[in-house]
């Protein structure tokens, strides 16, 4: 007769099985899908789609990191990334921990964009934590990539029975593969492929942190998870597969402790809500700063345009210049925009002021900028066709 696995006395809470009779977390669900399709639906230039890319690419992979202690920001990755800087010997640690995260997030995007059966087995979770602990200095117990093979702790909590580990990793790639099967279906409508998607990326998150399969890495490795499913899940965009490692570490302590509730008092519903809220906070975010940057491109054309009806040459130029660099959230004094660039300063450079009078005044003719209470606006809310009326705006 078989002995019961010892799990089912250490880890009650590891059942495989979830409920999701919340009215709030469906409603998340919906939002969030209503903003993935809208993200996904959105143009922008390729260098602009690229630049973004990089930006959300290296705030994941710095999120993931710091919630595991690394303290690099998002500004030193950057220059690190660009060769800008070298980190002393001592933290040299510090970088290949987020290069290794970097690297992990780089090749599901492109397995994702290969337009590849994405199928969890053991092997492909395994793989994962080989990437983040790559080049690592670990303890002798701990090997990259393997299970653990003696009880371990992270702080307070007591990780599976060793003697258990390969049962429940294999259970829980089924488990979660069995979620995922509708997307595989054509006919599987787009709310219901995000539902499936955003359930076993959360859930197999939350899974991979109870059952501690590894000796190092084992937060990595499921925020990994989490965000290959949801890149994979024919919905979600990449710039937005790897949001949730940002909100996990933007409210790290809220993290742990939902983490620990959903353990301690078997609350995965409330896991669940706690990063379906999070997603939408962080995709409303994410929709400003792409709709600011479509803004700003919608504003240079019409620029452009309009600064056709003047006559070619330096005076064009130096208008079109000035209104380029007008700043968006403030006004300025007339005698600020000499100042406002060193192209501008040097463009200036021997001009009188009335020269600067005169160019103010044509693009005020324009509609390029206005003027109230002494100061000059931009003219950029021409752009915001849809918006509705605010209040105190500049007239």
């Keep these: 007769m078989n002995q019961p696995r010892r799990y089912l006395e250490t880890h009650p809470w590891i059942t495989f099985q979830y409920r999701l009779d919340q009215d709030r977390l469906w409603c998340l669900l919906g939002e969030a899908t209503s903003k993935c399709q809208h993200l996904s639906g959105t143009p922008l230039q390729p260098a602009l789609a690229m630049d973004l890319g990089q930006v959300y690419l290296v705030k994941g992979a710095v999120a993931t990191t710091a919630i595991e202690g690394n303290s690099l920001n998002e500004d030193e990755v950057h220059e690190l990334l660009a060769s800008k800087r070298k980190l002393p010997p001592s933290q040299e640690y510090l970088q290949r921990e987020v290069e290794n995260v970097i690297q992990g997030l780089r090749r599901i995007d492109d397995h994702a964009r290969a337009g590849e059966p994405f199928v969890i087995t053991p092997e492909w979770i395994k793989e994962q934590n080989r990437i983040?602990?790559?080049?690592?200095?670990?303890?002798?117990?701990?090997?990259?990539?393997?299970?653990?093979?003696?009880?371990?702790?992270?702080?307070?909590?007591?990780?599976?029975?060793?003697?258990?580990?390969?049962?429940?990793?294999?259970?829980?790639?089924?488990?979660?593969?069995?979620?995922?099967?509708?997307?595989?279906?054509?006919d599987t409508p787009i709310d219901l492929r995000f539902f499936h998607a955003f359930l076993a990326a959360t859930l197999g998150h939350l899974y991979i942190a109870w059952i501690h399969p590894f000796g190092d890495g084992n937060g990595r490795t499921a925020r990994l998870l989490e965000c290959a499913v949801l890149a994979h899940s024919g919905v979600v965009p990449w710039v937005s597969s790897n949001l949730l490692s940002d909100h996990y570490n933007r409210t790290r302590s809220r993290y742990y402790q939902r983490l620990d509730m959903a353990s301690r008092k078997q609350d995965v519903l409330g896991f669940l809500t706690y990063s379906a809220q999070g997603y939408v906070d962080m995709l409303r975010e994410q929709i400003g700063r792409v709709q600011a940057e479509q803004r700003k491109v919608a504003w240079i054309n019409f620029v452009h345009e309009m600064m056709q009806k003047v006559p070619e040459g330096a005076a064009q130029k130096r208008q079109r210049t000035v209104v380029?660099?007008?700043?968006?959230?403030?006004?300025?004094?007339?005698?600020?925009?000499?100042?406002?660039?060193?192209?501008?300063?040097?463009?200036?450079?021997g001009k009188t002021e009335k020269t600067l009078t005169r160019d103010v005044n044509r693009l005020r003719d324009l509609e390029l900028i206005r003027r109230a209470g002494g100061l000059l606006y931009s003219c950029i809310d021409k752009m915001d066709a849809f918006l509705p009326i605010a209040k105190n705006c500049p007239p």
Excluded at 143 to 157: C, D, K, M
Excluded at 336 to 349: C, F, N, S
Aim: contains cysteine; charged residues 25%; hydrophobic residues 40%.
């Design 324 to 349: 380029l660099c007008m700043p968006f959230d403030r006004g300025i004094r007339t005698s600020e925009i000499r100042r406002l660039t060193p192209e501008l300063a040097e463009m200036y450079a």
């Design 132 to 186: 983040v602990l790559d080049g690592l200095d670990h303890e002798e117990h701990i090997v990259p990539g393997e299970y653990i093979r003696v009880q371990l702790f992270a702080g307070s909590y007591k990780a599976a029975p060793p003697e258990d580990v390969e049962l429940l990793v294999d259970r829980l790639c089924a488990w979660l593969n069995e979620l995922l099967r509708p997307l595989g279906m054509p």
